[in-house]
């Protein structure tokens, strides 16, 4: 079985990350959301509320992909691939601007596990979309409609 890990803060899952995992799933049998639980970031979300977002959010797009899991992860991604019997990492990369971050995490974990990662390149539509700018912009009122999937506008509106 071919099975890829898509691994983020997912705070909260935006239309770009959900572009990315539901393109993964057509490439892969099954394609495992890990929301990583890192007690120094302040999230505005807490893990089970971003997963449940991710959850609703698959379950809601018109690709209808049944062969995406959402899972909490901690400690190392490479952990997380041996204990979930995943290959692969794949990584949606909006620009060169995240290309070098990307590329040192992606060698570093061939290092430790051998475990690949495939990069997908962005939708243009969301290449210029963050978790951190749209809960900036909602925080100020600004209308991030079409940004974030309809559960987490609903969600956004609420808490900001
Ligand atoms: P983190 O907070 O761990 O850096 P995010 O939750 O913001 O991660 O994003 C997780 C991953 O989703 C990123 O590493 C990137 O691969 C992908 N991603 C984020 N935003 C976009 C976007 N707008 N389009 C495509 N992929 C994205």
Same mark, same amino acid.
């Given at each position: 079985m071919r099975r890829a890990v898509c691994p983020g803060s997912f705070d909260p899952v935006t239309n770009g990350h959900l572009d990315i995992i539901v393109r993964a799933s057509k490439l892969?049998?099954?394609?495992?959301?890990?929301? *990583? %639980?890192?007690?120094?970031?302040?999230? =505005?979300?807490? !893990?089970?509320?971003?997963?449940?977002?991710?959850?609703? $959010?698959?379950?809601?797009?018109?690709?209808?992909?049944?062969?995406?899991?959402?899972?909490?992860?901690?400690?190392?991604?490479?952990?997380?691939?041996?204990?979930? *019997? %995943?290959?692969?990492?794949?990584?949606? =990369?909006?620009? !060169?601007?995240?290309?070098?971050?990307?590329?040192?995490? $992606?060698?570093m974990n061939t290092r430790l596990a051998g475990v690949e990662t495939l990069f997908m390149s962005t939708n243009p539509q969301y290449a210029f979309l963050s978790s951190s700018l749209v809960k900036e912009v909602a925080k100020y009122g600004g209308d991030v409609s079409g940004l974030v999937p309809d559960v987490v506008l609903k969600q956004l509106r609420e808490r900001l």
């Open positions: 892969f049998d099954e394609v495992v959301v890990a929301v *990583g %639980i890192n007690k120094n970031k302040n999230t =505005l979300f807490t !893990v089970d509320e971003r997963m449940d977002l991710i959850r609703q $959010a698959v379950r809601d797009h018109p690709a209808g992909a049944t062969n995406v899991a959402v899972e909490p992860s901690h400690g190392l991604l490479v952990d997380f691939c041996r204990s979930h *019997g %995943i290959q692969s990492i794949v990584k949606g =990369l909006r620009a !060169v601007s995240d290309f070098d971050y990307e590329l040192q995490m $992606a060698q």
